[in-house]
């Protein structure tokens, strides 16, 4: 486990969920293809050529007929072409209006495309066929969370948990939900459980360190986060909190050393650069920061962030106009980028451009009305 969220059932596995649900089962059917097709461990390729065989030969109706969608369905999903897996599940579902892996997985496919509340629906009709199921309710939070409802992911995450008290994986996305919700008090006691579940997750050392490092326990963050790092010497992203933290702690050289590693362990890792820019800015570097800032919107083009931050550097060294052109794609990006808006007016202010330099602070007020500093100013 390492993020949270993500359950695909493969159409094998989905044969047995099915056979659960429906009565009376399918009649048992044996041969080559039909054995790889609905086989968990065939690779994808192989899988949709066995059950294309399967599904033309016209040997299989109703439930069997369905199974072998579904697999392909599944199948298509594993490869990332969406629009073919839900054709796929369609018709399985067609076949056997029963079938709550078709059910599931399309549900999958459109949260993967972003059709969340087409997902919902389909986790709506898993948990009618299988009110006990506690993965289609941890799945159905999925969703939830993708739409930033949180209080109905957590709803769903305590139902999944109440029918299986030991699920690691629920319990760890219900503590994600509750960091989203700014409930870090609440989600620490959750990594904790899946610490004591599975006490060689990496991940659940690392969020519960962000989770402390939220509460401003900044001694405990680290901790967690190192024991993450022993137990995953590659979690680059362990590597970059924990900077962010002694940056927080204002020990600037062991963050630089953090940021070093995690872009040793993932040279692409935008945010290791721009965090380990900030640094050096900190540090009075102004070019050692922009040449991680340029690295950072080379890898992300749309860094708003990283940008914004360079034209801070720029702004240092006195360069007003490559200050400027960076809040500009800043703003660019996010035209509701506050503090771009009073940087770049201040920058004008410096230039004595004094008309757009009012136009930027107010657009900065109006954003933020709440910006003493650009009414000041």
């Known amino acids: 486990m390492t993020s949270g969220f993500r359950h695909t059932i493969n159409g094998g596995i989905a044969a047995t969920a099915v056979l659960l649900l429906a009565a009376p089962a399918p009649a048992q059917t ?3 293809q039909w054995n790889a097709c609905i086989g968990k461990e065939t690779r994808p390729e192989a899988r949709i050529t066995a059950c294309s ?3 033309q030969s016209g040997r299989e109706k109703g439930a069997n007929l369905s199974i072998a969608l579904s697999s392909r369905g599944a199948a298509y999903a594993e490869k990332g072409e969406h ?5 796929d599940f369609g018709q399985a579902i067609e076949q056997d209006p029963k079938n709550g892996a078709a059910y599931h997985n399309r549900a999958l496919s459109h949260i993967d495309t972003g059709n969340f509340d087409r997902a919902l629906a389909d986790f709506d009709q898993v948990i009618k066929l299988d009110p006990k199921s506690s993965l289609a309710y941890y799945s159905r939070a999925q969703a939830h969370q993708e739409k930033r409802e949180y209080d109905r992911a957590i709803q769903d995450l305590n139902q999944a948990i109440k029918l299986n008290p030991n699920y690691a994986q629920a319990i760890f996305a219900r503590g994600m939900a509750y960091r989203a919700k700014g409930e870090s008090d609440r989600a620490a006691p959750d990594f904790d459980s899946v610490i004591k579940l599975t006490p060689r997750d990496a991940a659940a050392f690392s969020n519960r360190g962000l989770a402390y490092k939220d509460l401003r326990d900044y001694d405990r963050a680290i901790q ?5 790092l022993k137990l995953d010497s590659s979690y680059s992203a362990a590597l970059s909190h924990r900077g ?13 050393d953090d940021f070093d590693q995690a872009i040793q362990v993932n040279p692409k890792d935008g945010e290791a650069y721009n965090n380990r820019g900030i640094a050096y800015r900190s540090k009075g570097v102004p070019d050692r920061a922009i040449a ?13 962030v990283a940008f914004y931050n360079r034209g801070n550097a720029y702004y240092d060294k006195r360069d007003h106009n490559r200050a400027i052109q960076d809040y500009d794609q800043a703003i660019k990006i996010n035209p509701k980028y506050t503090a771009a808006f009073y940087d770049r007016g201040v920058a004008y202010y410096d230039k004595r451009e004094y008309d757009r330099a009012i136009q930027d602070l107010s657009q900065a007020i109006t954003l933020d009305p709440k910006d003493a500093l650009a009414s000041y100013n």
Do not use: W
Not at 293 to 302: F, G, I, M, R, S
């Open 30 to 32: 044996t041969y080559p």
């Open 53 to 55: 065989f399967a599904i």
């Open 83 to 87: 629009d073919r897996a839900i054709a």
């Open 224 to 228: 967690d986060l190192s024991q993450a």
């Open 244 to 256: 962010l933290i002694h940056f927080s702690k204002g020990d600037i050289d062991r963050a630089i």
């Open 292 to 304: 991680d800032y340029d690295q950072a919107v080379e890898l992300k083009p749309n860094y708003a």
